[in-house]
């Protein structure tokens, strides 16, 4: 059932995201975001006051995800564009923009380190494998789902 409506949710995000965002697709991130939350703290079996925790620390990350993957894509957006064929690529904008791309890499690490210390102050250490461990899996599944509607649509 999970997977059915995450399925469901990924497959309205394309078409939204591929149009710029807007409220739809605010709306839709928040409801991924929401249940995603619902189901860990069943999962883990949270007590009122480290589901608090929990949310403060989980909204906060996704927003700083969230922003971060937007500015990467700007990233590789703008290295497209300096790799057309035909037109000489500027090899210090190249090399900006991919110094840019590691950059963002990294601190989607150190995010991760973050995250998971100030976990650690609430969540037991099963508790943070399941989350891990369910992130991982979301992850997983919202990729395969993109990779699959793109070889549908005869992409890469």
Known sequence: MRRAWLVALVVFATPLR?????????RLMQQITERFMQTYRQQAGLTPEQDQKFRAVAERSFEQRRQRQQKEQELWRALDAQMRPGVAASPDSVTRLLDGIVAVRAQAV???????????????????????????????????????????????
Do not use: C, H
Not at 20 to 26: A, D, K, Q, S, V
Not at 111 to 119: C, H, I, P, T
Not at 134 to 144: A, G, K, P, S, Y
């Open 18 to 26: 591929a149009q710029g965002g807007g409220p739809g697709r605010e």
């Open 110 to 156: 150190d995010q991760s380190r973050a995250d998971l210390k100030e976990y650690a102050t609430f969540l037991s250490p099963v508790q943070r494998a399941q989350l891990f461990l369910q992130f991982e899996r979301l992850q997983r599944n919202v990729e395969d789902l993109i990779q699959r509607r793109m070889q549908q649509r005869g992409g890469m």
